[in-house]
């Protein structure tokens, strides 16, 4: 069975219940309590984090001996200091004078090896809504947990924070390819929603037009190493720890949320996703892009469309597993057919041979054209909500 | 209890993707083999999060085809009843963690980088990067990043590392110690502010930071970094410009691999309960199991195991051995780090169909993204075993950088490899990375293969009972694909290099002539054994022969049949293929014909289809065209 997502709801799921968690990294104060309403944005919970002191070779700067510093410095230890001030002073016929370069707290704690740090004060750091939803719990000074009925797509990977906008369709069937002409003003802060792939072109111009979020059904290896920057294959070393996809090696942050739901190539959006996202044009919607297949921290991208209005008592049960079944909506993942969906119509007892003689457990699928095909199950994917058990 | 009362022993790999579990058991007249054998995808990520219940479902399908019960009101039955129900113990290796990522900290990116990542490439750990005094120099922490970067500033990896180490090594003993104070210095300030990181080490440790370099500023070190992180000082892993020591530096890494990644498996701690000894890693009983058979057979053995996530290799001779372990280096979630480290090209060469940059990265991209993946064509297994043989060429660089690197016997086990359709594909993935020259006194090199992925769980198995360790590693691991001969010299491209004559038992004999330039398979049934009479071409030589000598077998000394036959590799050392595409691709296609591993068909059908033609004027259009037959 293939499970890549880190809960066990199908990949396009109509109606079910989304929660979130925002966490603050260091204590501080959370600003909403169980039961309240939040909007996407709303600033729900806040704190300070300690900003990094800078140290300054203080010492070589002013060209003086090191055990000469200690004598000049005229700040005190844990002293605020503004940028300008003068916090060392040394000679008397040729006077040297180092002033602060930025405001913050001094601190001596260096002074024997020609340094002085100055600590900027702390930032603010504040955690909004991801979601419109409601409070259902709160752990003082560190979390809040929002929840709310929601239809939802889960991605294959994608990269780009959380976003909020307006769902707009770029495209009126899940085969067209986004193009850069099909964006315009109209575009601007909301997530479209693409059909097949997207290019580089087409993703510089909705940069452009301050688009908020993409969601396509593929694109290229080229097209995202041309609008990344990337060099070339070096940059696919799949990072340090998250096994991040792309990898976060650019260094510079993403004015975009990019969601991609089948893969790498051409592939069009698989129908089911087409059709839910395309249904609820005009509402607005919460992108996440972030990617990390491997791990404890493991994600895929998700689009979740808040319905608060739905009723928590029509929201399907979770399934306890994922399962395959005779009647279960499924998405291929074998290369040649990545992106088809297919309904499962039974399971052959014995294995099955496929390319020069492997032999597999397969499901018998049903393709939309009238086709039916042996599928391995590990190349196959749950797709809607109420597949049946085995 | 001793080893001889561990006779049924249930025996888990729990692998990044798939989890084994094996039933060991006395048969027979007190041999130990293998029983059954079930796997499943395993269940360490989320949404199942415990490793132990792809090793529950396993037992549960053991019971069904063995019809022996195991387990009892949902555990073990331990140990086994005399009605042979249950098991006597319980054994695991685990690599379900994937590897630990590294960041090097080096003085100079030549040699003492070098040996960091020679010590880091020796377990599941990754030297995803490496940053030297010329960078730390250039993009000081909390400098503006440059705007021609292609990457991030190497500080703000400092900070989300985890899990993760830093190693920081430079200088040989009594040298400079500024440069070290200085990278030092620059590790203390990328880290966080003090509030933040102790608010951080509430919920994780400290980072570790090894300091493996000259040992004079072991002192300095410790004062710029003692209170800020958890350090570790070891001996230099160079301490001389001509030595290298790397057994400390790897000891910390296992270390901290057993307490950052393994202890963080979900549900590890359940497993490592439920053991009967300490969880092994995979590359443990790699390791033992060439050791063991080098000595066994007194010859060289050279292994691999190619995972999903990692792979690892191991060369053995009496009493040197030398090991790689490449973390985030294998067919699964490892293949976009093969593309990034081998690149394009090297993997294309190995294709036998025309395939643009595009559709070969997305189809590597595409297997990352979805590692449990199965190929079901034959485009889908030639790309991967092209990815595969290169992952079996960087192996070997690596083995190759701590010393020579013969083969007698080379041993495959891994799905990707050990498990292709047919085995004739594992012995052409083989051959072409490896490229052995069969330069021992027999003059011929064989192959093997692990069906059964049970090579890495030898260690484990070893632990509580040798005994059935050996017997199922010579007995049920290695399956014979085949001894190969290689001649080497040269002769007219397609003339014949070598003449064979083999002589059954039952006086059978059978002549083969191998032309120069091609793989030739010489089918004879598994079990049986034959004398060999080689006559080389003037010209080519074969084992420790000159050019023409007769090289034969002599009595007690047959060669043994194998699932493939017998290999004759005569397409030259190195292996040399044309630089442009018609010639590359058909060169390619005939050697892949010939040694069977894809049939014409197969290969045929990749071809693009020939341009359209337009249909004769003389074709009326309503006309329905007859379609060509096949």
Not at chain 2, 363 to 383: A, C, E, H, K, M
Request: proline share 7%; glycine share 10%.
């Amino acid at each position: 069975m293939t499970v890549y997502y880190s809960t066990f709801k199908p990949v396009v799921n109509p109606l079910t219940m989304v929660t979130q968690v925002q966490e603050l990294p260091m204590a501080g104060e959370v600003l909403k309590r169980v039961g309240n309403r939040v909007e996407p944005d709303e600033i729900v919970a806040r704190t300070l984090v300690p900003a990094r002191g800078q140290r300054f070779a203080v010492a070589r700067e002013l060209g003086i001996a090191i055990k000469s510093l200690a004598a000049g410095v005229v700040v005190e230890d844990e002293v605020d200091v503004k940028e300008g001030d003068v916090v060392v002073r040394v000679g008397r016929l040729r006077q040297r004078i180092w002033r602060a370069p930025l405001a913050g707290t001094l601190s001596h704690a260096e002074l024997e090896q020609g340094y002085l740090v100055i600590t900027p004060d702390s930032e603010n750091y504040e955690r909004r809504a991801p979601i419109k939803g409601f409070v259902i719990a709160v752990e003082p000074y560190r979390s809040i947990t929002i929840q709310t009925p929601a239809a939802m797509v889960q991605g294959a990977f994608g990269f780009g924070l959380e976003q909020h906008g307006v769902l707009r369709a770029a495209v009126t069937d899940e085969e067209d390819e986004l193009l850069p002409d099909m964006l315009d003003e109209r575009s601007a802060l909301s997530i479209l929603i693409g059909g097949g792939p997207v290019g580089a072109a087409a993703l510089a111009r909705a940069v452009e037009l301050r688009v908020r979020g993409l969601i396509v059904g593929s694109i290229t290896e080229e097209a995202l190493r041309t609008f990344l920057g990337y060099r070339g294959d070096v940059d696919w070393a799949v990072g340090g720890n998250g096994w991040d996809m792309p990898p976060a090696t650019v260094g510079r942050d993403f004015p975009l949320t990019l969601v991609v739901t089948e893969g790498f190539g051409r592939r069009p959006m698989n129908g089911p996703a087409f059709e839910l996202l395309t249904s609820y044009a005009g509402s607005e919607a919460t992108l996440d892009g972030q990617t990390w297949l491997h791990g404890p921290e493991r994600r895929r991208p998700q689009v979740i469309i808040p319905l608060t209005r739905a009723d928590p008592a029509e929201i399907p049960p979770e399934e306890e597993s994922e399962r395959l079944g005779v009647g279960v909506s499924v998405r291929l993942l074998s290369d040649e057919r990545l992106g088809q969906v297919g309904l499962i119509v039974g399971f052959p007892r014995r294995m099955w041979a496929l390319g020069c003689g492997a032999r597999y457990r397969v499901a018998e699928v049903h393709l939309p054209d009238g086709q039916n095909v042996m599928v391995p199950l590990e190349n196959l994917e749950v797709l809607g909500a109420g597949g049946k058990g085995r | 209890m001793t080893s001889t009362d561990f006779r049924a022993i249930l025996v888990a790999d729990c692998g990044v993707e798939h989890t084994r579990a094996t039933l060991v058991d006395i048969v027979g007249e007190n041999e130990y083999r293998l029983v059954a054998q079930s796997e499943f995808a395993t269940t360490a990520e989320p949404p199942y999060s415990n490793v132990t219940l792809a090793i529950q479902q396993g037992v549960v399908d053991l019971e069904q085809r063995t019809g022996r019960q195991l387990q009892e009101d949902g555990r073990l039955r331990i140990p086994q009843g005399r009605d042979g129900q249950g098991v006597d113990a319980f054994v695991a290796t685990c690599s379900a963690g994937g590897a630990l990522p590294v960041l090097v900290l080096a003085v100079t990116a030549d040699i003492t980088a070098q040996s960091a990542r020679r010590a880091v490439e020796g377990l599941y750990a990754v030297p995803f990067r490496t940053v030297t005094m010329e960078e730390v120099l250039k993009n000081p922490p909390l400098g503006k990043p440059s705007a021609e970067a292609d990457q991030s500033p190497w500080w703000q990896i400092v900070e989300s590392l985890y899990p993760g180490a830093v190693l920081l090594v430079g200088g040989v003993d009594g040298g400079n110690v500024a440069p070290l104070r200085t990278l030092a210095q620059a590790l203390a300030e990328a880290l966080p502010p003090e509030a933040a990181r102790l608010e951080q080490e509430v919920t994780r440790p400290a980072l570790p930071v090894i300091y493996a370099g000259n040992h004079k500023a072991q002192e300095v070190i410790q004062e710029e970094l003692a209170e800020r992180v958890d350090l570790r000082l070891v001996d230099n892993a160079r301490p001389t410009m001509r030595e290298e020591f790397l057994l400390p530096v790897r000891q910390e890494l296992a270390g901290l691999y057993e307490d950052l990644v393994q202890q963080q498996v979900s549900g590890y701690e359940e497993l490592a309960s439920l053991a009967h000894s300490p969880v092994q890693l995979p590359y443990m009983g790699l390791q033992l199991a060439t050791r063991f058979l080098a000595a066994h057979h007194q010859q060289q053995v050279l292994a691999f195991d190619l995972g999903s996530g990692s792979t690892a290799a191991v060369w053995a001779e009496g009493e040197a051995c030398s090991r790689v372990v490449l973390g985030h280096f294998g067919l699964g979630y490892g293949m976009a780090r093969v593309l990034a480290q081998r690149g394009l090209e090297r993997i294309r060469r190995w294709l036998p169909f025309p395939a643009t940059d595009g559709e070969i990265r997305d189809w590597i991209l595409n297997r990352s993204l979805r590692p449990r993946t199965v190929s079901t064509t034959v485009r889908d297994f030639l790309l991967q075993q092209a990815v595969a043989r290169e992952i079996l060429f960087e192996a070997v660089e690596k083995l190759q950088e701590q010393g020579p690197v013969g083969s007698d016997m080379v041993i495959a086990t891994g799905g990707g490899l050990a498990r292709a359709p047919r085995p004739e594909q594992t012995v052409m993935m083989l051959l072409d990375a490896v490229q052995p020259t069969g330069e021992n006194a027999s003059g011929v090199v064989n192959f093997y293969a692990d069906h059964y992925g049970l090579i890495p769980s030898v260690g484990a198995l070893a632990t509580l009972n040798p005994d059935a360790a050996s017997c199922v590693l010579l007995k049920d691991a290695l399956s014979l694909l085949g001894p190969c001969l290689v001649p080497r010299g040269r002769v007219r491209q397609g003339a014949t290099a070598v003449k064979v004559e083999l002589q059954f038992p039952n006086q059978l004999r059978q002549e083969v002539e191998a032309p120069w330039g091609q793989v030739t398979i010489v089918p004879f049934l598994w079990g049986d054994q034959v004398h060999m009479t080689v006559r080389p071409a003037r010209g080519v030589r074969l084992g420790l022969g000159r050019g023409g000598e007769l090289l034969s077998t002599s009595e007690g000394d047959m060669i043994h049949g194998g699932r493939v036959g017998l290999i004759i590799d005569a397409r030259g050392r190195p292996l040399e293929l044309p630089a442009n595409d018609p010639p590359r691709l058909a060169l390619l296609q005939e050697w892949l014909e010939a040694s069977q591993a894809y049939t014409l068909e197969e290969l045929a059908a990749l071809q693009p289809p020939p341009p359209l033609e337009e249909a004769p004027a003389d074709v009326a259009e309503d006309q329905p065209v007859e379609p060509e037959a096949d």
